[in-house]
C-alpha cells in the first residue's frame, strides 16, 4: 500500500477501533475533533505574481484570491489526501519559512447544518395541520420558515387555569398574562380531579406556544410568544369575573384567546353582561396602547342542537374575532355551529376516525385528542401572534381585515358558498403564510365609522314571509359617512309564538344575503328576541348605499304568530374604498427617494410618512405625524429636505391629532 493510500485509510480505521471501544467517543471525536483537507489559505503582499510563484514552488495549484484586494489566495496540493485527522506539517514548514508568506492556515471542515423550520419534537408528525402533511394546512412552516415564532407577543388563555410548570410550557410561561379569577390568587395552576374536567385551558395553551425543539410533545403555533393563563370557569361566573379576566394586564396582553360561551343547547340566547360589554370596548380602544386589544372566540359546539351562534353575544361581538372549524378532508364537523359572526375557519376533528389536535395535558402529559371548536381557537390565536410580530402595529381592525383576506374556501366544503364566505367557514381556512404576508404590507385602515339606521319602531304583524326594505345613504354627507363597510349589526326587538321558527336573514344593496339566524328545532321559547343584536361579517368591503331588506319567514308550525316591535339597522366601516386599496408591499424604489446604511428610508414621496421601513399614507396608533429636517448632501453641497416622520407617542403622555398632548391622560 502506498504511503498516500495509509494517511488515507488511518483516521477511518481509528475511528472504527475507537467505536468498538466506545461509541460515545467516536461521536465526541467526530464533532470536535477538527478534519484537515488538502488546500490553504494564504496572504501574501505581492498578488498573484507572488502566489503563482508560492505554487510553482511547492506544488500548489492555484485557486486565485479569496477577496478582491489581491491578498489572501487559495492554494491546494494534489500530493495531499482530502481528508485527514492532522495537518500537513511538511507544507507547514515550508510556508511557515518562506518570507514572502505573511500568514497561512491549512483549511479543515466546518460542520454546518441547515437550520430546518421542522421542529424536532417526537409529536411534531402528528401535527397534520401545520406538518404539510395535508395539503393545504394552514401554511406555518411558510411562516416558521422567515424567522418568525411569535417573540414578543402575549397571550392569555382564559379558561379553567393553564399548568404552568409543564415541560411544554414553563419556559415560556407569563406570571404577568396569568391570575386566577375563582380563588383570587396570582396562580392560575388548575385544580385537579379524578375525571380531569379542568384539562382545558392548558390544551388550548400547548396549541399556541409548546416549546419547540425540547424533544417532548408538539409545537406551538407561535412556539416563542409567552403564554399566560386566567382561571376564571372552575367555579361561580359572574359579569364581574368575566370582566376581570377580559381586563387582565391590558397593556401587556395582546391577545386573548377564549374557548367558552353560553350553553350551546340549541334554545340559549345569551351573552356578556353590561360589565363585560364595557370590557370589550376597553379592550379595543384602550388595549396594547391605543391599537386595541385581540378577543380571540371559538364559534361554539352547539351542531348536535342545530345552534346558531348569533344566539351566542361573544361570538357574535364586533370586537371578536369568531373562529369556527374543519376536518381534515375540509368537511363541516358535526359539533360546528353556522352563522353570520363567524369570520374565518382553522382545522379541527370530525368524526372518532378523523385525526384530532396533538396539544400539552394535564399531569405533564401530552394529547392528541383536542377536538371542537374550542381546538380551532387558540390555533388562530398562534397564527395571529405570529402576524402581529410581523407588523406590531396592526390594530384590532386591521386584523379582521387581513383575517378576512388571508382566509381561502380552499378545499372546504358546503352547500352554502356564496362567492367567498360561508356560514359554516367564514372566510374560509386561514393561511399563515399568506396572513403574515399581507400583514407586512398593511396600510393602517382608516378610524372606524358608525352608521345607525332606524328602521322601524311601530308594531309590525310578522307574517308567514315578511319584508321590510330601507333605503339606506349610509350616513352620507356627515362625518360618520360610510364607504366601504366592516361588520353589519341588525338589532331588533319582537315577539314571536315559537322563537325557533323565526329564520332572519339580511339582504345587502349588492344582493348578498346572510342568514342572520336560521331555524333552531329545540328553542320553543316564546319570548322572542328583547333588543337583540345579530351580526354579520358578510358584507365585508362592500358599498352599503342602496336598499338594504330584511326577512322575517316562518319555517315551523303554520299558526305561528308575532310581532316586530324595532328593528336598528347599525353599519360599521370607513370612509375608504377598501376594494380600490392597491395591492403589494408599503415600500418601493418609487416610493422611497433615499435610504441610509442601514436600509432605513430618509426620504419618500410625498405626502407620505416614514415609519422605520414603511412608508405610511397616516401614522398608526401609538404614533404621531411630524416634519423632521434632514441634511443630506449631493454634488458637493448640502442640502435641507423637510420629512414627514412617524414617532412613537410618550409613555406617560396622550397622542391627539398631529402632536403629541403634554396633558396627563385622564384617570
Same mark, same amino acid.
Given at each position: 500500500?502506498?504511503?498516500?493510500?495509509?494517511?488515507?485509510?488511518?483516521?477511518?480505521?481509528?475511528?472504527?477501533?475507537?467505536?468498538?471501544?466506545?461509541?460515545?467517543?467516536?461521536?465526541?471525536?467526530?464533532?470536535?475533533?477538527?478534519?484537515?483537507?488538502?488546500?490553504?489559505?494564504?496572504?501574501?503582499?505581492?498578488?498573484?505574481?507572488?502566489?503563482?510563484?508560492?505554487?510553482?514552488?511547492?506544488?500548489?495549484?492555484?485557486?486565485?484570491?479569496?477577496?478582491?484586494?489581491?491578498?489572501?489566495?487559495?492554494?491546494?496540493?494534489?500530493?495531499?489526501?482530502?481528508?485527514?485527522?492532522?495537518?500537513?506539517?511538511?507544507?507547514?514548514?515550508?510556508?511557515?519559512?518562506?518570507?514572502?508568506?505573511?500568514?497561512?492556515?491549512?483549511?479543515?471542515?466546518?460542520?454546518?447544518?441547515?437550520?430546518?423550520?421542522?421542529?424536532?419534537?417526537?409529536?411534531?408528525?402528528?401535527?397534520?395541520?401545520?406538518?404539510?402533511?395535508?395539503?393545504?394546512?394552514?401554511?406555518?412552516?411558510?411562516?416558521?420558515?422567515?424567522?418568525?415564532?411569535?417573540?414578543?407577543?402575549?397571550?392569555?388563555?382564559?379558561?379553567?387555569?393553564?399548568?404552568?410548570?409543564?415541560?411544554?410550557?414553563?419556559?415560556?410561561?407569563?406570571?404577568?398574562?396569568?391570575?386566577?379569577?375563582?380563588?383570587?390568587?396570582?396562580?392560575?395552576?388548575?385544580?385537579? @380531579?379524578?375525571?380531569?374536567?379542568?384539562?382545558?385551558?392548558?390544551?388550548?395553551?400547548?396549541?399556541?406556544?409548546?416549546?419547540?425543539?425540547?424533544?417532548?410533545?408538539?409545537?406551538?403555533?407561535?412556539?416563542?410568544?409567552?403564554?399566560?393563563?386566567?382561571?376564571?370557569?372552575?367555579?361561580?361566573?359572574?359579569?364581574?369575573?368575566?370582566?376581570?379576566?377580559?381586563?387582565?394586564?391590558?397593556?401587556?396582553?395582546?391577545?386573548?384567546?377564549?374557548?367558552?360561551?353560553?350553553?350551546?343547547?340549541?334554545?340559549?340566547?345569551?351573552?356578556?353582561?353590561?360589565?363585560?360589554?364595557?370590557?370589550?370596548?376597553?379592550?379595543?380602544?384602550?388595549?396594547?396602547?391605543?391599537?386595541?386589544?385581540?378577543?380571540?372566540?371559538?364559534?361554539?359546539?352547539?351542531?348536535?342542537?342545530?345552534?346558531?351562534?348569533?344566539?351566542?353575544?361573544?361570538?357574535?361581538?364586533?370586537?371578536?374575532?369568531?373562529?369556527?372549524?374543519?376536518?381534515?378532508?375540509?368537511?363541516?364537523?358535526?359539533?360546528?355551529?353556522?352563522?353570520?359572526?363567524?369570520?374565518?375557519?382553522?382545522?379541527?376533528?370530525?368524526?372518532?376516525?378523523?385525526?384530532?389536535?396533538?396539544?400539552?395535558?394535564?399531569?405533564?402529559?401530552?394529547?392528541?385528542?383536542?377536538?371542537?371548536?374550542?381546538?380551532?381557537?387558540?390555533?388562530?390565536?398562534?397564527?395571529?401572534?405570529?402576524?402581529?410580530?410581523?407588523?406590531?402595529?396592526?390594530?384590532?381592525?386591521?386584523?379582521?381585515?387581513?383575517?378576512?383576506?388571508?382566509?381561502?374556501?380552499?378545499?372546504?366544503?358546503?352547500?352554502?358558498?356564496?362567492?367567498?364566505?360561508?356560514?359554516?367557514?367564514?372566510?374560509?381556512?386561514?393561511?399563515?403564510?399568506?396572513?403574515?404576508?399581507?400583514?407586512?404590507?398593511?396600510?393602517?385602515?382608516?378610524?372606524?365609522?358608525?352608521?345607525?339606521?332606524?328602521?322601524?319602531? @311601530?308594531?309590525?304583524?310578522?307574517?308567514?314571509?315578511?319584508?321590510?326594505?330601507?333605503?339606506?345613504?349610509?350616513?352620507?354627507?356627515?362625518?360618520?359617512?360610510?364607504?366601504?363597510?366592516?361588520?353589519?349589526?341588525?338589532?331588533?326587538?319582537?315577539?314571536?309564538?315559537?322563537?325557533?321558527?323565526?329564520?332572519?336573514?339580511?339582504?345587502?344593496?349588492?344582493?348578498?344575503?346572510?342568514?342572520?339566524?336560521?331555524?333552531?328545532?329545540?328553542?320553543?321559547?316564546?319570548?322572542?328576541?328583547?333588543?337583540?343584536?345579530?351580526?354579520?361579517?358578510?358584507?365585508?368591503?362592500?358599498?352599503?348605499?342602496?336598499?338594504?331588506?330584511?326577512?322575517?319567514?316562518?319555517?315551523?308550525?303554520?299558526?305561528?304568530?308575532?310581532?316586530?316591535?324595532?328593528?336598528?339597522?347599525?353599519?360599521?366601516?370607513?370612509?375608504?374604498?377598501?376594494?380600490?386599496?392597491?395591492?403589494?408591499?408599503?415600500?418601493?424604489?418609487?416610493?422611497?427617494?433615499?435610504?441610509?446604511?442601514?436600509?432605513?428610508?430618509?426620504?419618500?414621496?410625498?405626502? @407620505?410618512?416614514?415609519?422605520?421601513?414603511?412608508?405610511?399614507?397616516?401614522?398608526?396608533?401609538?404614533?404621531?405625524?411630524?416634519?423632521?429636517?434632514?441634511?443630506?448632501?449631493?454634488?458637493?453641497?448640502?442640502?435641507?429636505?423637510?420629512?414627514?416622520?412617524?414617532?412613537?407617542?410618550?409613555?406617560?403622555?396622550?397622542?391627539?391629532?398631529?402632536?403629541?398632548?403634554?396633558?396627563?391622560?385622564?384617570?
Amino acid at each position: 500500500m502506498r504511503p498516500s493510500q495509509t494517511a488515507l485509510w488511518l483516521p477511518l480505521v481509528l475511528l472504527l477501533c475507537l467505536a468498538l471501544v466506545c461509541p460515545h467517543s467516536v461521536a465526541l471525536a467526530s464533532a470536535r475533533a477538527p478534519i484537515y483537507v488538502s488546500s490553504w489559505a494564504v496572504r501574501v503582499s505581492q498578488g498573484y505574481r507572488e502566489a503563482d510563484r508560492l505554487a510553482r514552488k511547492f506544488g500548489f495549484v492555484n485557486l486565485g484570491q479569496i477577496f478582491p484586494d489581491g491578498q489572501y489566495f487559495h492554494l491546494r496540493h494534489r500530493g495531499v489526501v482530502q481528508q485527514s485527522l492532522t495537518p500537513h506539517w511538511g507544507h507547514r514548514l515550508r510556508l511557515k519559512k518562506d518570507p514572502k508568506v505573511q500568514w497561512f492556515e491549512q483549511q479543515t471542515l466546518q460542520w454546518r447544518v441547515k437550520r430546518s423550520v421542522v421542529p424536532t419534537d417526537p409529536w411534531f408528525s402528528k401535527q397534520w395541520y401545520m406538518n404539510s402533511e395535508v395539503q393545504p394546512d394552514l401554511n406555518i412552516l411558510q411562516v416558521w420558515s422567515q424567522g418568525l415564532s411569535g417573540q414578543g407577543i402575549v397571550v392569555s388563555i382564559l379558561d379553567d387555569g393553564i399548568e404552568k410548570d409543564h415541560p411544554d410550557l414553563w419556559a415560556n410561561y407569563d406570571p404577568l398574562a396569568s391570575y386566577d379569577f375563582n380563588d383570587y390568587d396570582p396562580d392560575p395552576q388548575p385544580r385537579y @380531579t379524578p375525571s380531569d374536567e379542568n384539562r382545558h385551558g392548558t390544551r388550548c395553551a400547548g396549541e399556541v406556544a409548546a416549546i419547540a425543539n425540547n424533544r417532548f410533545c408538539g409545537t406551538g403555533v407561535a412556539y416563542n410568544a409567552r403564554i399566560g393563563g386566567v382561571r376564571m370557569l372552575d367555579g361561580t361566573i359572574t359579569d364581574v369575573i368575566e370582566a376581570q379576566s377580559l381586563s387582565l394586564q391590558p397593556q401587556h396582553i395582546h391577545i386573548y384567546s377564549a374557548s367558552w360561551g353560553p350553553e350551546d343547547d340549541g334554545r340559549t340566547v345569551d351573552g356578556p353582561g353590561i360589565l363585560t360589554q364595557e370590557a370589550f370596548r376597553r379592550g379595543v380602544t384602550k388595549g396594547r396602547g391605543g391599537l386595541g386589544t385581540l378577543f380571540i372566540w371559538a364559534s361554539g359546539n352547539g351542531g348536535l342542537h342545530y345552534d346558531n351562534c348569533n344566539c351566542d353575544g361573544y361570538t357574535n361581538s364586533i370586537h371578536t374575532l369568531s373562529v369556527g372549524s374543519t376536518t381534515q378532508r375540509g368537511h363541516v364537523p358535526w359539533y360546528s355551529e353556522a352563522c353570520a359572526s363567524t369570520l374565518t375557519t382553522t382545522y379541527s376533528s370530525g368524526i372518532v376516525t378523523d385525526p384530532q389536535i396533538v396539544t400539552t395535558d394535564l399531569h405533564h402529559q401530552c394529547t392528541d385528542k383536542h377536538t371542537g371548536t374550542s381546538a380551532s381557537a387558540p390555533l388562530a390565536a398562534g397564527i395571529i401572534a405570529l402576524a402581529l410580530e410581523a407588523n406590531p402595529f396592526l390594530t384590532w381592525r386591521d386584523m379582521q381585515h387581513l383575517v378576512v383576506r388571508a382566509s381561502r374556501q380552499a378545499h372546504l366544503q358546503a352547500e352554502d358558498w356564496r362567492t367567498n364566505v360561508s356560514h359554516h367557514y367564514g372566510y374560509g381556512l386561514l393561511d399563515a403564510g399568506l396572513l403574515v404576508d399581507l400583514a407586512r404590507a398593511w396600510l393602517p385602515t382608516q378610524p372606524q365609522k358608525k352608521c345607525i339606521i332606524r328602521v322601524l319602531h @311601530t308594531p309590525t304583524p310578522i307574517l308567514p314571509l315578511t319584508h321590510v326594505r330601507k333605503k339606506v345613504l349610509a350616513c352620507a354627507g356627515r362625518a360618520n359617512y360610510i364607504r366601504s363597510l366592516e361588520h353589519v349589526q341588525v338589532q331588533l326587538s319582537l315577539s314571536y309564538s315559537r322563537r325557533g321558527d323565526l329564520e332572519i336573514s339580511l339582504t345587502s344593496p349588492m344582493g348578498t344575503r346572510s342568514t342572520l339566524v336560521a331555524i333552531r328545532p329545540f328553542d320553543v321559547s316564546g319570548q322572542g328576541y328583547n333588543n337583540w343584536i345579530f351580526m354579520s361579517t358578510h358584507f365585508w368591503d362592500e358599498d352599503p348605499q342602496g336598499l338594504w331588506t330584511l326577512s322575517l319567514e316562518n319555517k315551523g308550525y303554520y299558526f305561528n304568530t308575532g310581532t316586530l316591535y324595532r328593528y336598528m339597522l347599525l353599519l360599521y366601516g370607513t370612509t375608504e374604498d377598501m376594494t380600490a386599496r392597491p395591492t403589494g408591499s408599503q415600500v418601493t424604489s418609487s416610493a422611497c427617494v433615499k435610504w441610509d446604511t442601514e436600509g432605513l428610508c430618509q426620504e419618500c414621496h410625498s405626502p @407620505t410618512s416614514i415609519l422605520g421601513h414603511l412608508y405610511l399614507s397616516h401614522c398608526p396608533s401609538q404614533c404621531f405625524s411630524h416634519n423632521h429636517q434632514a441634511v443630506t448632501a449631493g454634488s458637493g453641497c448640502l442640502a435641507t429636505r423637510t420629512l414627514h416622520v412617524c414617532t412613537s407617542c410618550h409613555f406617560c403622555y396622550t397622542c391627539r391629532g398631529g402632536f403629541r398632548s403634554a396633558e396627563p391622560p385622564a384617570a
